[in-house]
T-cell receptor, first 110, second 115 residues
């Protein structure tokens, strides 16, 4: 079973920041937090990952709490194309398998 | 750009028939994975492979067989299809090195219906 918990759904107005929370209270010291998203029925797409420091790339920012028990994915300026299911995943190593939960369905509206 | 492809994209078959889903990647990634996604649920791992001729079971392997004779191909076979195997199947790959080695790349999926 997935070890992360996420809200089932969230709404966000276009142009505003979307903040997606994730709880991973049992995360191990060598486990990274990964975020993927799945748009409609396409294959999942990698967004970002981190261990303990905050991370930013061209798609999003990842804020990890100091105790590493939770994190927040931030889409700074959400667009309609960001409507998707977002998965927060704990992962060890660089090539190990992913364990998906049910994710958060983000709906971006006009 | 190189990629990961799956075939067929859509398949309808009958209970008891053998079905093989194909997955091909052009990056020479060592790791390949098969997931299934049932309607309204997250993905579940069926089998994965760390290299050619090395495969291992995932969360839901029963009823499936895999092989990996070449690095670029990872076919998934349903030996005797059942209705419960109606699902969308995703293949994925990632490599142990390179700039984007942390990313697991997913194919477009195969939608399988077992009647």
């Amino acid at each position: 079973d997935a070890k992360t918990t996420q809200p089932t759904s969230m709404d966000c107005a276009e142009g505003r920041a979307a903040n997606l929370p994730c709880n991973h209270s049992t995360i191990s010291g060598n486990e990274y937090v990964y975020w993927y998203r799945q748009i409609h029925s396409q294959g999942p797409q990698y967004i970002i990952h981190g261990l303990k420091n905050n991370e930013t790339n061209e798609m999003a920012s990842l804020i990890i709490t100091e105790d590493r028990k939770s994190s927040t994915l931030i889409l700074p300026h959400a667009t309609l194309r960001d409507t998707a299911v977002y998965y927060c995943i704990e992962r060890t190593g660089t090539a190990s398998k992913l364990t998906f939960g049910t994710g958060t369905r983000l709906q971006v509206t006009l | 750009d190189a990629g990961i492809t799956q075939s067929p994209r859509y398949k309808i078959t009958e209970t008891g028939r053998q079905v093989t889903l194909m997955c091909h990647q052009t990056w020479s990634h060592s790791y390949m994975f098969w997931y299934r996604q049932d309607l309204g649920h997250g993905l579940r791992l069926i089998y994965y492979s760390a290299a050619a001729d090395i495969t291992d079971k995932g969360e839901v392997p029963d009823g499936y067989v895999v092989s990996r004779s070449k690095t670029e191909n990872f076919p998934l076979t349903l030996e005797s299809a059942t209705r419960s195997q109606t699902s969308v199947y995703f293949c994925a790959s990632n490599g142990p090195s390179g700039r984007r080695y942390n990313e697991q790349f997913f194919g477009p999926g195969t939608r399988l219906t077992v009647l």
